[in-house]
């Protein structure tokens, strides 16, 4: 069973940081890309960044040069680093990741999310 366990959501003010983790646990041959999106009530999730196993990334207009992601593959873990966090950016954020359990599979997982709120 593959799991996508996240930390580090939590609320923090105007122009704060936050580092966000996501670790895959479970029997798997090997990890693809990996992500995060967020979801706004009442929204899809979007794309906030993501990154290749080797290790290019791909980062949304609205959070580039704020935030980063970066990838520790043998630690099968991605991070989110969170800077100069505004309102806006409150949501939750679910981890992604594609995932190959073996060599006819490959899935899709998301994490359970974990909440980010900025205050004003």
């Known amino acids: 069973q593959v799991q996508l366990l996240e930390s580090g959501g939590g609320l923090v003010q105007a122009g704060g940081s936050l580092r966000l983790s996501c670790a895959a646990s479970?029997?798997?041959?090997?990890?693809?890309?990996m992500g995060w999106y967020r979801q706004f009530p009442g929204k899809q999730r979007e794309l906030v960044a993501m990154?290749?196993?080797?290790?290019?990334?791909n980062v949304a207009d609205s959070v580039k040069g704020r935030f980063t992601i970066s990838r520790d593959n043998a630690k099968n873990s991605i991070y989110l680093q969170m800077n100069s966090l505004k309102p806006e950016d409150t949501a939750v954020y679910y981890c992604?990741?594609?995932?190959?359990?073996?060599?006819?599979?490959?899935?899709?997982?998301w994490g359970q999310g974990t909440q980010v709120t900025v205050s004003s």
């Open positions: 990154i290749t196993s080797g290790g290019s990334t």
């Open positions: 479970g029997s798997f041959f090997s990890i693809n890309h």
């Open positions: 992604n990741a594609e995932i190959r359990t073996s060599t006819l599979y490959t899935f899709n997982y």
